[in-house]
């Protein structure tokens, strides 16, 4: 599957964007997605991420309560709604698909390497 990430902008703190993630190609549905972020001179770290089925999600808690993921598998896209931006939130967010998962898995997976397909990623500006 080819993923494409879009949404990302310029913001202020405090503001608000939708990242969407959808599949140039493939259905997401047969993937457990995910949103991991790099801001330069730092590793990728998880942002959240989501069963097939839309049941289990799991957040950073950098994130939890301002952030959140879902996915409509009829649209084929999967979302990070941002709220409540701040100037450390400031990153290339990337979208990730993990195959291999049953689609009522009872947990997710926050870690980068168990995730097989990438999208380029989109920038996300939040200045203070």
């Known amino acids: 599957v080819q993923l494409q990430a879009s949404g990302g902008g310029s913001v202020q703190a405090g503001d608000f964007l939708k990242l969407s993630c959808a599949p140039s190609r493939g259905s997401l549905r047969n993937y457990a997605m995910a949103w991991f972020r790099q801001a330069p001179g730092n590793e990728r770290e998880f942002v959240a991420a989501?069963?097939?089925?839309?049941?289990?999600?799991g957040y950073a808690d950098s994130v939890k309560g301002r952030f959140t993921i879902s996915r409509d598998n009829a649209k084929n896209t999967v979302y990070l709604q941002m709220n409540i931006l701040r100037s450390e939130d400031t990153a290339v967010y990337y979208c990730a698909a993990k195959g291999g998962t049953i689609y009522y898995a009872p947990t997710i997976s926050s870690s980068h390497g168990q995730y097989n397909y990438w999208g380029q990623g989109t920038q996300v500006t939040v200045s203070s």
């Open positions: 989501i069963n097939r089925a839309g049941g289990a999600i």
